[in-house]
Nanobody, 123 residues
Framework: VQLVESGGGSVQAGGSLRLSCMAS????????MAWFRQGPGKEREGVAT???????RYADSVKGRFTISKDNAKNTLYLQMNGLDVEDTAQYYC??????????????????WGQGTQVTVSS
């Protein structure tokens, strides 16, 4: 499985960004996917997840601001981020759970990771 993120960048507080993750190598349809992030001096944390049938779950810190979605035909995962805050500054990673359908925000549930894309929010 290969995961390639894009869409990161620098933005002012209150702005928006849309991250994409192009996936390849799945044995079937897109499995459970998620976005994680790791800020400076912080542990990697789950941000949003989407299961096989489209159910979603979010970290409390991003609820109402971030939206996770996927395009099964394109094997692409997205993260729309609105109302960005300086606390959202982090490296963002796409992750997949091969042959698993349930979404998760638990890092240890995911075996495949992208290289990450940097999001920097300034005040």
């Amino acid at each position: 499985v290969q995961l390639v993120e894009s869409g990161g960048g620098s933005v002012q507080a209150g702005g928006s960004l849309r991250l994409s993750c192009m996936a390849s190598g799945f044995t079937g349809s897109m499995p459970s996917m998620a976005w994680f992030r790791q800020g400076p001096g912080k542990e990697r944390e789950g941000v949003a997840t989407v299961g096989c049938v489209g159910s979603t779950r979010y970290a409390d810190s991003v609820k109402g601001r971030f939206t996770i979605s996927k395009d099964n035909a394109k094997n692409t995962l997205y993260l729309q981020m609105n109302g960005l805050d300086v606390e959202d500054t982090a490296q963002y990673y796409c992750a997949s759970r091969d042959r698993a359908c349930a979404g998760s925000l638990n890092r240890s549930d995911f075996g495949d990771w992208g290289q990450g894309t940097q999001v920097t929010v300034s005040s």
